[in-house]
């Protein structure tokens, strides 16, 4: 099986086996029946290969570090979209506002997972002694929802983010893509999401190695999205996480497939890990997937003994187990960013830095209470803060505001790191509140 021609089809087996099992083949097949997509495919696999090699050298020369990025001192940024197909334009108001707070749940989760600042991620501490050749990556990227220059036609103006419905990825039957290939150019240059009932206890799926410019999707289950709120309501009706897949840890799988991950246990890795098996020389080679939880070191692999690296992002164990990817990984996931990264829509974010001097957060540290302060009133905005793993605390709107000064205080807050988020109509920018 090669897998540059692989793509991925992540399935979970619900109702009482709970667990999740993939139909790679089969997906696989369906899309690279396409020959105009096997050779794009095919081009992008092969520059690929020619970005990783200069980064690997780069690491080895140490002239990078291992939590690799795109360029030095630069997060990258991914302008986002997501998609209810099912949930009809006319919908309730409050459906939809419910809707758009779970799509930025699950991003503040994919921005934890991908930035190894996931509270959860404090379990390698003691996990790290089993696995002396591992390291956990950080992308340094930014998952954003996008909130200007929105594709014509779509309703979506310059100021709300680009979370749709009613909009159907399932026959757009374009890019020489037969129906069902789960793509759209017109919402080319984004990081598009569906969201829709998968039947078959399928979780969700994505290519092995996405390509923007083609309006390709990640599409999850509506059940596996996002995670329950804090905010009220905590969930949204016909969309509830639902254990033991109500983390967000799904989308953060299958977005490593998009970033051209496999899975850890592909096969054993044989003579040169580089080439074989995931291809990723820090994950411990097997060809078992693990799906419980289980104390770290506790399953050996079936091609080297060691022990599997079972609480990795790209197994196949429930949300509250998986936890990390690795520094290898990471830059497998870099290498697929750049050679991508000219498809991304960056006119759709906005100007952050511009926003970012537009107001400060103080006292930080701080106990739990501090102030927003703006360099000059702004009439209409959103503020949400959210803790290290995508939570969000705190959901206020502001309309025709003239206060230069708003206190925050967070709910039965703890020590740790926070990110406020400030979104205008100019677009979104995040900072970091300590509390101590």
């Known amino acids: 099986m090669k897998l540059r021609l692989l793509f991925a089809l992540c399935i979970a087996q619900l109702g009482f086996a709970q ?19 096997k050779q794009q495919h095919q081009a992008l696999q092969d520059r690929f290969e020619t970005e990783l090699r200069r980064l690997v050298t780069e690491q080895l020369e ?3 570090s291992l939590a690799t990025q795109a360029a030095p001192n630069v997060t990258i940024r991914i302008p986002v979209a997501v998609h209810y197909p099912t949930v009809a334009n006319t919908s309730s108001e409050s459906l939809k506002s419910c809707l758009r707070a779970l799509a930025q749940t699950q991003v503040n989760i994919l921005n934890a997972d991908y930035n190894a600042t996931n509270s959860d991620i404090s379990l390698w501490n003691s996990a790290s002694s089993f696995y002396p050749n591992t390291n956990v990556g950080s992308m340094d990227v930014q998952f954003i929802l996008a909130t200007q220059n929105h594709p014509a036609g779509t309703g979506l103006t310059n100021g709300t983010v680009a979370v749709t419905f009613g909009t159907d ?11 069902g290939c789960n793509q759209d150019s017109t919402w080319s240059g984004y990081m598009n999401l569906v969201v829709r009932n998968l039947t078959g206890g399928i979780l969700g799926f994505s290519p092995l190695g996405g390509s923007p410019g083609q309006g390709m999707t990640v599409v999850i289950d509506n059940n596996a999205f996002g995670a329950t709120m804090t905010t009220s309501p905590a969930t949204c009706a016909g969309y509830a996480p639902t254990a033991p897949y109500n983390r967000g840890r799904t989308l953060t799988h299958e977005l490593g497939h998009f970033f051209n ?3 850890t246990f592909q096969s054993c890795d044989g003579s040169n890990c580089a080439t074989s098996g995931d291809r990723v020389c820090d994950t411990e080679s097997t060809n078992t997937p693990e799906y419980d939880c289980l104390p770290a070191g506790d399953v050996a692999s079936p091609c080297t003994g060691n022990p599997q690296l079972t609480m990795n992002y790209m197994d196949y164990v429930q949300d509250a187990c998986m936890y990390m990817f690795t520094a290898g990984q990471a830059t497998r996931m870099t290498a697929w960013y750049n050679t991508i990264s000219s498809q991304f829509n960056m006119t759709t974010l906005g100007n952050e830095e511009i926003l970012k001097n537009q107001f400060t957060l103080a006292p930080n540290p701080s106990n739990g209470t501090f102030a927003v302060q703006f360099a000059n ?5 959103t ?3 959210y803790d290290a793993t995508g939570r969000v605390i705190v959901d206020e709107e502001q309309v025709n505001n003239s206060e230069l000064v708003r206190t925050i205080t967070l709910p039965s807050a703890q020590k740790g790191v926070y990110f406020v988020m400030l979104r205008t109509q100019e677009g979104i920018a995040t900072k970091k509140v300590v509390v101590e």
């Not at 990825?169 to 129906?179: E, K, M, R, V, W």
């Not at 009133?377 to 905005?381: E, G, R």
Request: hydrophobic share 40%; proline share 5%.
């Open 19 to 37: 667990q999740r099992t993939c139909g790679v083949d089969a997906y696989m097949e369906k899309l690279m029946a396409n020959p105009v997509m």
């Open 383 to 385: 503020l949400q803060v």
């Open 62 to 64: 140490g002239r990078s």
């Open 261 to 263: 991950l496999a899975h």
């Open 169 to 179: 990825f399932l026959t757009s039957g374009n890019i020489g893509c037969t129906d």
């Open 377 to 381: 009133p702004i009439a209409n905005y």
